[in-house]
C-alpha cells in the first residue's frame, strides 16, 4: 500500500509541535537543558524536537507536556483555539 504523502496541516505538525514546546519552555523560563533533565533526555534531544528534526515518541510528548505544566492537547492547538 503506498504511502500517504501529508498535506496541509499534517504536514507542519511537526514544524508546529517543536515550535510550541519552545514557546512555552520559553513561558515557563527552562532551557532546553533544564526541560532534558526533567524528562531524562539530553539537551540536543529537546533541540532536535523544537527544531522537528526528530519525531517525538507519544511517551515522550507526554513526559514534555507535564514538564511544561500543559496538557498535550495545547501542543496540537492554536492559542485561538485553546481560548475559546
Known sequence: ???????????DAPDLVGARIKRRRLEVG??????A????????LIAEYEAARKCIPHPTLRRIARALGIGIDALFEDRDEQRK
Not at 1 to 11: I, S, V, W
Not at 30 to 35: I, K, S
Open 37 to 44: 533533565q526533567r524528562i531524562g533526555r539530553s539537551r540536543s
Open 1 to 11: 500500500m503506498p504511502r500517504r504523502m501529508p498535506t496541509g496541516l499534517d504536514a
Open 30 to 35: 527552562l532551557t532546553q537543558a533544564a526541560l
